[in-house]
T-cell receptor
Framework: NAGVTQTPKFRILKIGQSMTLQCTQD?????MYWYRQDPGMGLKLIYY???????DKGEVPNGYNVSRSTTEDFPLRLELAAPSQTSVYFC?????????????FGPGTRLTVL | SQKIEQNSEALNIQEGKTATLTCNYT??????LQWYRQDPGRGPVFLLL?????KEKREERLKVTFDTTLKQSLFHITASQPADSATYLC???????????FGKGTRLSVIA
């Protein structure tokens, strides 16, 4: 199993550009998550999904959109990129959101908006 | 919403000593609490889960305690090694069955 994969690893955007961060998991997990991590600020939940076709907002959803058309894929869309979106983005998945909810993380995408 | 505080941003200890990291939470008492390890440039990796009815859990050199009265978890690494140097995050559900909330982490440096 590859686990959780993310592409690209690095990206530089200009203000106002848009892009999609890709996330794929091959563990047949129902739950998937997008986090951003700023230096010294910990992980902040952007969006999450409990299954194909179902998504919900996390703590910091503004400026982002998601979709979940399959169990495996959970892309994160940035529209009109802003410098405040410069961060490291992590995708994660878990089998269930019950008593365990152990999350498996991808390697991250480092995004810079100039 | 849940607020998590990890005792310090950075902790330096000598090789062979026991490292103790603290995680305090302020509101809802969770059914479980987790600890993750994060190396620079990588995603967090799950280490241990402890449930509210478990006082202590051990795995090799790792030990986690969970005190629901104090609203605190302690994470111990015994006989620490330079390879243990990393950032350690605690995580717990915000409330009920909601997604995990992560602390900011403690960066541990084990000095040879």
């Amino acid at each position: 199993n590859a686990g959780v994969t993310q592409t690209p690893k690095f990206r530089i955007l200009k203000i106002g550009q848009s892009m999609t961060l890709q996330c794929t998991q091959d563990m047949n997990h129902n739950y998937m998550y997008w986090y951003r991590q700023d230096p010294g600020m910990g992980l902040k939940l952007i969006y999450y999904s409990v299954g194909a076709g179902i998504t919900d907002k996390g703590e910091v959803p503004n400026g982002y959109n998601v979709s979940r058309s399959t169990t495996e894929d959970f892309p994160l869309r940035l529209e009109l990129a802003a410098p405040s979106q410069t961060s490291v983005y992590f995708c994660a998945s878990s089998y269930s959101r019950g008593t365990t909810d152990t999350q498996y993380f991808g390697p991250g995408t480092r995004l810079t908006v100039l | 919403s849940q607020k998590i505080e990890q005792n310090s941003e950075a902790l330096n200890i000598q090789e062979g000593k026991t490292a103790t990291l603290t995680c305090n939470y302020t509101n809802y008492s969770p059914a479980y609490l987790q600890w993750y390890r994060q190396d620079p440039g990588r995603g967090p990796v799950f280490l241990l889960l402890i449930r509210e009815n478990e006082k202590e859990k051990r795995e090799e050199r790792l030990k986690v305690t969970f005190d629901t009265t104090l609203k605190q978890s302690l994470f111990h690494i015994t006989a620490s090694q330079p390879a243990d140097s990393a950032t350690y995050l605690c995580a717990l559900p915000n409330s009920g069955n909601t997604p995990l909330v992560f602390g900011k982490g403690t960066r541990l440096s084990v000095i040879a």
